[in-house]
């Protein structure tokens, strides 16, 4: 196991496209932390500067406080698990795992007993050791990319690098390959760094998460507190399904006011809780939809129903107040449920709890007061 640390690390392929800038980021010996973000936004040229597979433009990499920048892949003491598996067709699973190993030079040469003792070991532990003389044609999407993670694994790697390695499965495959990838982990306790477009999959493998857009690093923390405590608008709009509610607007005196059309609509006001209320100015005041309760036909009401999605256990009500639009995720379904909120004319009171408050600054940065 091996601590990795990013220092200022900038790539740049030309000065108007510059895919990753200051990243800085310490992931500590034995820790699983996840790079996620929309597609563009930096991770997986991140791994690869990690991986030696593309040139840092600028700043440091260290593994295990060793400066790796000039160092070649193979020195680097890291496994990698690609998103297309890239098994080797004519091979069997045997000789797929075996390979990397069987290739080594000089002093790291090991012999067959040796190679045979770790093949044999990953096969157990991946449940792979009845298909080891099958060749990969003839192996499931989810046997596969076992043999794919197998290979990284027989290296020992100090470092284990994965980029969207489960994104070619179906959604049963996925779900059953996050459970066993955060066992092996706990088992083995390699330092893993994983790739992913995937919320689901960051929030349910990482320790911690680097949430990424447009090259940089947006927040560093664990899943929890960037779900409940984003550091900007982005993190609150990326992660969560439907996303956190946004509504912007001017803090006045301790009270929030919508500052978009209304369309004859009565004001939108809300008193802010204590912590915020020294806030004067332009802001966003943010809440989730699952904390976001519902009166329906209640008098007072300001928003009404857009429509709604059902989803067995919970209802997603979508609800309008002019140009406005928010999500509340209605734990009563059923029948019931949705007739009262079938009729779009009838008008919803919104509950939302202090506790589950919000709020950012005219830039989109969360208010710390």
Known sequence: MAGVGFDGVWKEYDSESIAVKDLTIEVESGEFVVLVGPSGCGKTTSLRMLAGL???????????GVVVNNLPPKARGIGMVFQSYALYPHMSVQKNLSFGLRMQKGEGRLGKTEIDNRVSEAADLLGLTEYLDRLPKNLSGGQRQRVALGRALVRQPSVLLMDEPLSNLDAKLRNQMRIELRRLH???????IYVTHDQVEAMTLADRLVIMNEGRAQQFSTPLEAYHNPSNTFVASFLGTPPMNLIEGVASGGVFTYSGQTDGNPPLTRELPDRYSGYEGQCTLGFRPENTGLKIGEEGGKFNIAGFESLGSETVVHLDHGELRISAVWHR???????????RKTSVKVVVEEPDIRLFDENGIAVRL
């Open 186 to 192: 706990e088992e083995l306790g390699t330092t893993t």
């Open 333 to 343: 379904p059923g029948p019931e449920a949705n007739h009262q909120i079938t009729n």
């Open 54 to 64: 593309e040139e840092i433009t600028e700043g440091t990499i260290t593994i295990d």
